[in-house]
């Protein structure tokens, strides 16, 4: 492989628009699991955890936006491949997200006895959101198989999805916020691990089963020593969080954010996982990372743009973060 | 089922629905940042209520429209795939930087205009409602680039059926860019001046005297009474620019079927493309040359210099008179109103009551634009370069009608709910008037998700 720039742009862009996908279902996994748990909240809690993702939302989801303008811009090809096939999907989660979006700010603004609808079409749109990028997400691993058994494998990790979602929604509400609603978010975190290592481990297995490509990838030596530091890792997080979510109740607020970024750091070891079972194909045994970009030129501008202008934004999204720090307050438009 | 004309539908629904909202925020930015700068000056707290209140709208627009338009840039991919593999190094970065530069300061300066008040001073408020401001501005400057350049494209050479950027400088800057920027920034700060006009003449006549009902009220009616003889003049401009760059969507505008001298200003007609003529046709002799060429012997190009190749014309014709038709609806009503609020200090009821629908005006407007140039440069879908046919993707028919199906019931329902939104804040504004709590301000809570 030589070090040209044809090489390299496809490369980091690829790299880039991992980094943008894994931000976003950190970010807005949070977000769309505290939308599913509304199923499971009081109609006083719901302001309160509506507090909590408030100011940040409509940040969050711009990342999934990054992340398909990257495919969009930098993979034009496989965009179109990959969005075809899956094609209702897709519709589902833009209907999710539409209906999750819209209801937010919804919700806030008509009448009171209008309220509950709003809430129920924001606990369904997250839901549909979270299933459907689970579904798509077990399709694309199956390199975008169709079939009974794909259809039942991506229903199996559309409901993982959902309740790893659910997890961080849970484990950001222990982080802000206090008193009965944090309790029971001890309770939702803990049921919902359970079925987020169920799902993660269903992944873990059905990748390598599913092309020989990918099971030589990982079973041979000594690849196999380097890599196996990701599942450990991933276990023993697992279970440190499991024993973290006994004591929580006592330990108050000393270990709130340590949940949340637990799951952050699952989070990002399942997809370098991920990552390094389909490296170098965008596209499942289709099309490669190479075969599926733009011109180099184009990439080039847009990484120049990118070079300056992403460190610009995480930098500002922190802030946001910051002025919005602490304990979720009644939200107020001053 | 024809999934060509299927996604064409999808997508003109879709985009239909979109526009409404970037229409508001992108104007409703600027116009949130004045009522803040007025606040700061004179520390009239009138100014803040109205920022309270439309702030709100924003919100709620900016939602509607980041979600609509998320699910644009999935569509390119599930229903246009031969679009971004053919154009794909043009419009990549146009929207990448849409989305790197714009998008994000929107989104992410957002959420301290929205509820940052009490969080950071005063200064960064307003810093916050600029960057917003200035991000939806960005934002129509990158996609207005793309649009453009789909219209009249320059600075790129084709291989192997790819198109490659050659000069970025002509891309963006491409013929029509500066024309249809101008155009679309007027337009959006048209339909927020009715937009706010009319919001404000009902709280009028639910009888809300309040400061920051007429402060509002003045706001919109002046901003669209300035705005639209502008408009009318960078209208005329970008007529004149489409002439010279696509000549075969002016003739289907004008309704004109031969190339010649002393065409007429065809003011209603049913135009008949089998039989390439109009019927029913009401026109003004020589009123087209004179427009387009500043002459009535002015030869007006027509459609039958382009067989097969020019716009549906029924379409094009009647986009480009619920437009102007508009326009001028938006001039007397904004100068009369004017003229009441200047002179007379108030409103007579009549008018008010006319100003209500009017707040929607913009919209009417800003749609009926869009189809005129966009259908306006059918059959292709980037002119010359790419056919609309030769672009959609390989989903089955059913299943695009479905999806259609399903967004046409949301986009409904969406779209109803966020009028009776309208209509019940401003009722709320009217009834509080001048006595609504002022957080911050006063001390007093105004709590978002329990407000009652």
């Known amino acids: 492989m030589t070090l040209d720039w044809p090489t390299l742009l496809p490369l980091i862009f690829a790299g880039l628009m991992g980094i943008a996908i894994l931000v976003y279902v950190v970010l807005d996994g949070f977000d769309l699991g505290i939308g599913i748990l509304f199923a499971a909240a009081g109609d006083h809690e719901k302001d309160t955890m509506i507090a909590a993702i408030g100011p940040f939302w409509d940040a969050n989801e711009t990342w999934l936006v990054l992340a398909v303008g990257l495919l969009l811009v930098a993979f034009p090809m496989a965009h179109g491949v990959i969005l075809t096939a899956l094609y209702i999907p897709v519709f589902l989660l833009l209907v999710g997200l539409i209906l999750r979006g819209v209801a937010f700010d919804f919700r806030a603004k008509v009448p009171t006895h209008r309220k509950a609808r709003w809430d129920f079409a924001f606990l369904a749109g997250s839901l549909l959101a979270a299933l459907a990028q689970g579904y798509m997400l077990g399709v694309y691993v199956l390199g975008l198989q169709t079939g009974l058994a794909a259809f039942a494998f991506g229903l199996l990790v559309a409901v993982c999805l959902a309740a790893a979602y659910a997890a961080m929604g849970a484990a950001w509400l222990i982080y802000k916020t206090e008193g009965e609603l944090q309790q029971k978010a001890i309770l939702w975190l803990r049921s919902a691990l359970v079925f987020t290592v169920l799902g993660m481990g269903a992944v873990s297995l059905a990748t390598p089963l599913a092309s020989p490509r990918i099971f030589a990838r990982w079973f041979v030596f000594p690849e196999m020593l380097y890599l196996a530091p990701l599942p450990i890792l991933s276990a023993l997080l697992f279970l440190w969080l499991w024993r973290l979510t006994f004591r929580l109740a006592e330990t108050g607020d000393t270990h709130s954010l340590k949940p949340f970024l637990a799951l952050a750091a699952i989070f990002t070891l399942g997809f370098l996982g991920l990552a390094w079972s389909f490296y170098p194909f965008v596209v499942p045994e289709r099309l490669t990372i190479w075969q599926a970009a733009s011109a180099t030129g184009s990439l080039g501008l847009i990484l120049v743009g990118t070079a300056f202008v992403l460190p610009v934004m995480i930098g500002a999204t922190i802030y946001v973060y910051r002025v919005f720090g602490g304990k979720a307050a009644d939200l107020r438009y001053d | ?452």
């Open chain 2, 1 to 452: 089922m024809d999934p060509l004309i299927l996604s064409r539908i999808q997508f003109a629904a879709n985009i239909s629905f979109h526009i409404l909202f970037p229409s508001i925020t992108i104007a409703l930015g600027w116009v949130l940042l004045f009522f803040k700068w007025r606040y700061n000056r004179t520390g009239d707290t009138a100014w803040m209520r109205a920022y309270f209140t439309w702030v709100k709208i924003f919100a709620l627009s900016f939602a509607m429209g980041v979600v609509s338009g998320i699910t644009m840039s999935f569509q390119f991919g599930t229903n246009w795939p031969g679009y971004m593999e053919t154009v794909g190094n043009i419009a990549g970065p146009l929207l990448a930087y849409e989305v790197l530069t714009a998008f994000f300061l929107e989104a992410v300066f957002l959420g301290i205009m929205l509820f940052g008040f009490s969080r950071v001073s005063n200064g960064v408020h307003t810093l916050a409602t600029f960057l917003v401001a200035f991000g939806t501005t960005l934002s129509a400057f990158w996609i207005l680039a793309l649009n453009s350049w789909m219209q009249t494209p320059t600075g790129f050479e084709m291989r192997d059926g790819v198109a490659h950027a050659v000069d970025w400088w002509a891309i963006v800057f491409n013929p029509s860019f500066p024309y249809r920027l101008i155009h679309m920034l007027l337009a959006s700060g048209l339909t927020v001046s009715f937009l706010i006009a009319g919001f404000s003449a009902l709280r009028f006549l639910a009888g809300d005297r309040s400061d920051s009902m007429w402060r509002a009220l003045r706001t919109g009616v002046f901003a669209g009474a300035i705005l639209i003889p502008v408009q009318i003049f960078v209208g005329d401009q970008h007529g004149l620019n489409t002439l010279e760059h696509q000549p075969q969507k002016v003739a289907a505008m004008e309704a004109n079927w031969e190339t010649r001298a002393n065409v007429p200003l065809v003011l209603f007609a049913i135009p008949d493309e089998k039989a390439r003529e109009n019927r029913f046709e009401l026109a003004i002799p020589n009123g087209a040359s004179l427009i387009l060429r500043h002459s009535t012997d002015g030869i007006v190009p027509g459609l039958n210099d382009y067989p097969g190749n020019h716009p549906p014309v029924f379409p094009v014709f009647w986009g480009f008179r619920i437009m102007v038709g508009v326009g001028v609806m938006m001039l007397v009503v904004s100068w009369t109103a004017g003229f009441f609020l200047w002179r007379r200090q108030t409103l007579p009821k009549p008018l008010a009551l006319l100003m209500v629908p009017m707040a929607l005006s913009g919209w009417v407007a800003v749609l009926a634009g869009w189809y005129t140039t966009e259908i306006g440069r059918q059959p292709w879908l980037v002119t010359g370069v790419l056919k609309t046919a030769d672009a959609v993707g390989p989903v089955a028919g059913g299943q695009v009608a479905f999806t259609l199906a399903v967004y046409l019931v949301l986009y409904a329902v969406l779209l109803l709910a966020y009028l009776s939104v309208l209509y019940y804040l401003a009722m709320k504004a009217a009834k509080d008037g001048d006595t609504s709590p002022l957080p911050a301000v006063l001390d007093t809570p105004l709590s978002q998700p329990a407000q009652n």
